[in-house]
């Protein structure tokens, strides 16, 4: 059990705000300003270069990855932080690719993160080998794996949706083909429960700023299975993915294990940041958060349905087949949102017509989602939504 009053306490959250974005973009731990400035003050501006081994900079990346990776269930030493998702999407499936090199196809759905599926082209192209990329319905993803497909590459919670692909299902499918499953747990990671290592999953990948709160910017992580982990060939291939990366061969020798997975330089100051936001994760048990999550989605719907008439869901009703967010169609949504957001009320918008709020039981409680019900009826129910003043698109939306 997770006391969710202790892990509240323990993140800022703005006066009068209800966040509902976490999703997004976790909130700022309260230790997390006093780790970076420490990391400032005392690692870069005391020990300098010094830094790198007194501080223990460089082995942070595989550090305060097994602490991520227990929340995906990894065993120690399979998962790396580094760079962005997107680029580990890129390496992840360079290294599947690889490990299936006379099939052709890459399998993915029309629910997928774009970068995701822009990563795949820009390795398509790169590769040069004829690969295609074929985008299905979520829903057909299961009919589509056969003998033809080499890696099936999936986001387990759709950013959109929040549809939940069933993980174990669909990896044993993707493995009696004999392909090699790669799955982006970008909406699960401290969402929903994971066991990459009972699934037997090949290859996940991840970032840790959206429910795991290690701030805008943080590295990304990557999971590699064991029984790939020391014959994957790392397609970017950095020093500090090599052997020994202080030789300063001139050829390149893939480093042991996950480490292989690392590119280049850590972001030191993110990691920092990152480790105060682990420190709250070290306390939470992630079959508690998805407890709860399903009872705060559960009480939102039901309070949304009942006063909104307008809005319709988007989401999946069983809450077995969606993630940790709910989202409602909305011809105005944008717009809507705006409204929402002006009355202390963040969501997001996702194009066309998706009003999209995350529920992150770490700081999101029952009495704030009764509260957020009834502002959001207030500006549903009175259109406060109609006013020149949200129609103007930002550039993030
Ligand atoms: C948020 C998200 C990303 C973001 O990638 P970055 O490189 O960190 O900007 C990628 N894929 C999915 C599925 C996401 O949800």
């Not at 932080?81 to 490990?99: F, P, R």
């Not at 774009?114 to 690969?131: F, Q, V």
Request: net charge negative; glycine share 8%.
């Amino acid at each position: 059990m997770t006391n969710f009053a202790a892990t509240k306490a323990m993140l800022h959250l703005p006066d009068g705000m209800i966040y509902l974005n976490g999703n997004s973009l976790g909130p700022l731990p309260k230790t997390a300003a006093g780790r970076v400035s420490q990391a400032v003050t005392d690692e870069w501006g005391e020990m300098l270069i010094t830094g790198w081994n007194r501080a223990g900079w460089m082995a942070q990346p595989s550090v305060l990855a097994d602490r991520v990776g227990r929340l995906i269930g990894a065993q120690p030493g399979t998962t790396v932080l580094g760079d962005t998702l997107s680029i580990k999407v890129y390496q992840a499936l360079a290294a599947a690719l690889d490990l299936a090199p006379d099939r052709k196809v890459i399998l993915t759905d029309s629910g997928n993160f774009p970068t995701d599926i822009y990563m795949a082209e820009g390795l398509i192209r790169t590769l040069g080998k004829g690969h295609e990329l074929r985008v299905v319905a979520p829903q057909d993803v299961a009919d589509n794996i056969n003998d033809e497909v080499a890696v099936v590459m999936l986001t387990e919670v759709d950013y959109r949706t929040g549809r939940l692909h069933d993980m174990a299902t669909l990896t044993d499918k993707t493995h009696e083909v004999g392909a090699i499953s790669l799955w982006d747990l970008a909406h699960s990671a401290g969402a929903i429960e994971v066991n990459v290592t009972a699934c037997n999953v090949d290859f996940a990948v991840g970032c840790t700023y959206k429910y795991l709160n290690g701030g805008p910017g943080a590295p990304a992580f990557i999971y590699v299975a064991p029984e790939h982990i020391d014959t994957c060939k790392p397609a970017l291939s950095g020093w500090l993915g090599h052997e020994a990366p202080f030789a300063f061969d001139l050829d390149y020798r893939p480093g042991a294990g996950i480490e292989r997975m690392r590119v280049g330089t850590p972001s030191v100051l993110q990691m920092a940041a990152l480790e105060a936001a682990l420190d709250i994760w070290d306390g939470v048990d992630v079959a508690s958060v998805r407890a709860t999550s399903v009872a705060l989605t559960e009480q939102f719907i039901a309070g949304i349905e009942a006063t909104c008439p307008m809005l319709t869901l988007a989401s999946p009703r069983d809450p077995l087949l969606r993630g940790s967010q709910v989202s409602f169609r909305f011809a105005e949504g944008y717009a809507a949102m705006q409204a929402c957001i002006a009355k202390g009320v963040i969501g997001d918008f996702r194009a066309p017509d998706i009003m999209r709020f995350g529920f992150t039981p770490l700081f999101i409680d029952s009495v704030d989602v009764d509260q957020a019900i009834s502002i959001i009826a207030d500006v549903m129910q009175n259109q406060l939504w109609d006013n020149p003043a949200y129609q103007t698109r930002a550039a993030v939306t």
